[in-house]
Structure formats: structure tokens, C-alpha cells
């Protein structure tokens, strides 16, 4: 098990799914909700920063989609989105060598222009763990695309991760609040880096 103190450098494309439920479930007022975008920002940043100083132009780009509950049966979007959307100049900034460029996602990446309706139905979020989890298959497939952050705390993604590893051997980087589950044996063989993030609290 490692801790998220140490960056690696990349030279192409990545990409970091998130959770945003998994963060924090009780955020859904604007100071809560900043904080969890604020947590983002740090997991991102723990993870692929150089580790020196880079000059703008060289900066590793991340691609960031955050998952939730943002879109209710009838198609309309949460008051949760609507915050969230407003505060997405939390992850924009060019700090520690990365530049974050972050998106709610409401569509699957292989198809944005499919708006999910009902990913919040009967007080919580519905389709959002597969949402995550064929995301993670696509960018995988995708040769430009050097290297994959998941942030999630669902024993859910274990089949996902360990599929995705599996067929295509892209480096995965999950971060997870707990420090250890019984399925971790089944990774020692994979290209995924099980993180345990001390500031995931």
C-alpha cells in the first residue's frame, strides 16, 4: 500500500475519474461542496505533479471528470450541479506543475452528447458507479492517454479496475479513503496503484 506523496511524470494525455459522492456524502451546500472540490484539486495534484519546477508550457495536463447525482428523472439539474458548476474555477488553476481541467459528467466520454437522465432517483445516485467504470474502459483504450486516477471508496469499481487492468495494462492510480480491503491481493499482479490518501478524511 502506498501513500499519495510522490508524483510521476507523463508526457501524454490523463485523465482522473471522481467519485464526488465518495468524497463527501452530506456535501450539498456551497461551503461543503467547496470543500470537496478543493479536495479534488489536492488528490490530483499529489498524484501527478513533476515533483519540480515546470514552466507553464510544460504543464501536465489532467483531465478531470466528477461523477454524481446531477441530473433528475425529468432531465433538470440538481441544485447540487448547479453549485458545483459555479465553484469549478476551484480546479482550473495552474499550480504545482499541473493544470486541471475539470468537468461535471453527465454523459458517458464515448458519447457526451447523450445527457443521463435519473443519475439522481429516490434520494441518491443511480448509474454513476458504471458511468465511472466504463469511463475508466474507454480512456484505457485510448493510446494518447498515458495514465488514469480514479478517486473513489467503493468496493463496487474492484471488477471494473481489475477488468480494466487486465485487458489493456494502462497504469491506474485509485485512491481510496481505506487503507486496506480483502480484494487487495488481487491486484499485486496489476499496473494499479492502490493509494490510501491521509488527507481523505
Same mark, same amino acid.
Given at each position: 500500500?502506498?501513500?499519495?506523496?510522490?508524483?510521476?511524470?507523463?508526457?501524454?494525455? /490523463?485523465?482522473? *475519474?471522481?467519485?464526488?459522492?465518495? @468524497?463527501?456524502?452530506?456535501?450539498?451546500?456551497? =461551503?461543503?461542496?467547496?470543500? &470537496? !472540490?478543493?479536495?479534488?484539486?489536492?488528490?490530483?495534484?499529489?498524484?501527478?505533479?513533476?515533483?519540480?519546477?515546470?514552466?507553464?508550457?510544460?504543464?501536465?495536463?489532467?483531465?478531470?471528470?466528477?461523477?454524481?447525482?446531477?441530473?433528475?428523472?425529468?432531465?433538470?439539474?440538481?441544485?447540487?450541479?448547479?453549485?458545483? /458548476?459555479?465553484? *469549478?474555477?476551484?480546479?482550473?488553476? @495552474?499550480?504545482?506543475?499541473?493544470?486541471?481541467? =475539470?468537468?461535471?459528467?453527465? &454523459? !458517458?466520454?464515448?458519447?457526451?452528447?447523450?445527457?443521463?437522465?435519473?443519475?439522481?432517483?429516490?434520494?441518491?445516485?443511480?448509474?454513476?458507479?458504471?458511468?465511472?467504470?466504463?469511463?475508466?474502459?474507454?480512456?484505457?483504450?485510448?493510446?494518447?492517454?498515458?495514465?488514469?486516477?480514479?478517486?473513489?471508496?467503493?468496493?463496487?469499481?474492484?471488477?471494473?479496475?481489475?477488468?480494466?487492468?487486465?485487458?489493456?495494462?494502462?497504469?491506474?492510480?485509485?485512491?481510496?479513503?481505506?487503507?486496506?480491503?480483502?480484494?487487495?491481493?488481487?491486484?499485486?499482479?496489476?499496473?494499479?496503484?492502490?493509494?490510501?490518501?491521509?488527507?481523505?478524511?
Amino acid at each position: 500500500m502506498q501513500t499519495a506523496d510522490a508524483g510521476q511524470q507523463t508526457t501524454g494525455l /490523463n485523465v482522473a *475519474l471522481i467519485d464526488f459522492n465518495n @468524497l463527501d456524502p452530506r456535501a450539498n451546500t456551497r =461551503p461543503t461542496i467547496q470543500d &470537496s !472540490l478543493e479536495l479534488i484539486s489536492s488528490l490530483i495534484r499529489k498524484v501527478f505533479s513533476p515533483g519540480k519546477p515546470t514552466l507553464p508550457r510544460d504543464a501536465i495536463e489532467v483531465e478531470c471528470r466528477i461523477y454524481d447525482g446531477w441530473v433528475d428523472r425529468a432531465g433538470g439539474y440538481m441544485e447540487k450541479y448547479r453549485i458545483a /458548476n459555479s465553484l *469549478l474555477n476551484t480546479l482550473r488553476s @495552474l499550480e504545482d506543475g499541473v493544470r486541471i481541467i =475539470p468537468r461535471l459528467a453527465t &454523459s !458517458l466520454a464515448c458519447n457526451p452528447q447523450a445527457k443521463l437522465t435519473g443519475t439522481y432517483k429516490n434520494g441518491g445516485q443511480k448509474m454513476v458507479d458504471q458511468m465511472l467504470a466504463q469511463d475508466a474502459h474507454f480512456y484505457s483504450e485510448q493510446e494518447e492517454y498515458d495514465r488514469i486516477l480514479v478517486v473513489a471508496n467503493d468496493d463496487d469499481y474492484v471488477p471494473a479496475m481489475m477488468a480494466t487492468s487486465i485487458r489493456w495494462g494502462k497504469p491506474i492510480a485509485w485512491i481510496r479513503k481505506r487503507p486496506t480491503t480483502p480484494h487487495d491481493m488481487y491486484f499485486q499482479a496489476l499496473n494499479v496503484e492502490l493509494i490510501n490518501d491521509p488527507s481523505w478524511l
